[in-house]
């Protein structure tokens, strides 16, 4: 989709690449690096100061205690963390539960590893998306190994309710799960913090009664200064299970990112200042897309974090979002992503389509007066 959109003329948005900048010390910090000579291979496990100031960053935000030398681990982006952990923790023939729509990724690491990727259904009630908890219930099997909860969740920028979590818990604990919780959109819950509003709060599954000592948290850098190019991400847990990802890590990446390392480590100190005005701006394009959405026609969902929107495109005669997709760079010159990629389950709807907003305020406007019009034009 993103060729499409070079080849049309197209406004791109489709892939979650932001463009909405960097804190500027961040980046001097890195180039200083660089120029320093900071570019030979870091410690396996992460600079030393890379894991206190996650250590850290997880005291502070979530009053949850890692040790730095054992219980935290630098990884190439929250993908390899995300695919050491399933790699580590399953054998052939497991199975892993993930809410289905999902990342694409988990369904590939699972192979990976030679288990199955089992969807749970998410469902639709009015404009959100919400747990079905019988559902999850019934996915359980004997073979189940290990949940994957994302939350905040892409693609349908979803924060789970303390309800949800508690249920997800529950269950976890009773069949003695292991949960692999991506929460690389953590600082980017709309409302959270900072008198912006009542809205939605993340919480992390590690915090509940029981949970610590089976959750591995996974999170980056990247969608939090706006630095997906740097592939920087970490994983925290109980010494054991870090030590399974980093087992696997050693015969991928074995380490990455020497000169991001310690300049990453003194942004974390303060993200809350960055991610405060981080979160205004997404929330001010999330706003500015979804309303155009609406006068097009279209009928968007409730997204309360992260860069992406759902959209049901039925309104415009279509059901089929691969379709939609294909054609809408024409009629509209715009590009989103049909959500039928991300779903794992067959038979899931396919008139869903995903647009992100992590864009530039001037390309979420432009793109919203293209839609408009297109829908003015009448059905082609």
């Not at 463009?19 to 992460?46: F, I, K, M, T």
């Not at 009664?209 to 850098?221: D, F, H, K, N």
């Not at 809408?328 to 039928?340: D, E, K, N, Q, Y």
């Not at 647009?355 to 009448?378: I, P």
Request: aromatic content about 8%; overall charge negative.
């Amino acid at each position: 989709m993103t060729e499409l959109a070079r080849s049309t003329g197209a406004v791109n948005l489709g892939q979650g690449v932001p463009e909405l900048g960097s804190p500027r010390a961040l980046l001097e910090d890195v180039a200083a690096a660089v120029l320093a000579g900071a570019n030979q291979y870091p410690p396996a496990h992460g600079t030393p100061a890379l894991r206190e100031a996650v250590a850290a960053h997880q005291r502070r935000r979530y009053g949850l205690e890692y040790d730095p030398l054992g219980e935290v681990l630098v990884t190439t982006g929250a993908t390899e963390a995300l695919a050491g952990a399933l790699l580590g923790l399953c054998d052939p023939g497991d199975e892993v539960l993930a809410f289905d729509p999902c990342y694409d990724a988990y369904a590939a690491v699972a192979r990976f590893a030679g288990a199955k990727l089992v969807p749970v259904s998410l469902v639709t009630e009015g404009d959100a998306f919400v747990l079905d908890v019988d559902a999850l219930r019934a996915a359980v099997t004997p073979r189940t190994r290990v949940l994957v909860l994302n939350t905040p969740h892409n693609p349908t920028g979803k924060v789970f309710t303390p309800a949800e979590l508690a249920a997800v818990a529950e269950v976890c604990r009773e069949h003695g799960l292991t949960v692999v919780t991506d929460e690389v959109y953590e600082h980017l819950v709309f409302g959270e913090g900072g008198g912006e509003g009542d809205g939605p709060v993340h919480r992390t599954i590690a915090t509940l009664p029981g949970m610590r000592e089976r959750t591995l948290t996974v999170s980056s850098a990247g969608k939090t200064f706006g630095v997906t190019g740097w592939k920087v991400g970490w994983v925290c847990g109980p010494a054991p299970l870090v030590a399974a990802v980093a087992g696997v890590k050693q015969f991928l990446t074995y380490t990455s990112g020497a000169p991001f390392q310690d300049a990453l480590a003194r942004a974390l100190g303060g993200v809350e200042e960055w991610a405060a005005e981080l979160r205004r701006t997404l929330g001010r394009n999330r706003d500015l897309l979804s309303d155009g959405l609406t006068r097009a026609g279209l009928r968007p969902y409730r997204a309360d974090a992260g860069y992406f929107v759902q959209v049901d495109i039925r309104a415009w005669g279509h059901e089929d979002g691969v379709r939609f997709c294909r054609e809408l760079p024409l009629r509209a010159g715009v590009v989103a992503i049909p959500t039928s990629a991300f779903f794992v389950r067959p038979g899931a709807p396919s008139h869903l389509v995903r647009f992100s907003f992590c864009k530039r305020e001037e390309a979420v406007l432009d793109a919203v007066e293209r839609l408009e019009r297109a829908a003015s034009a009448g059905p082609r």
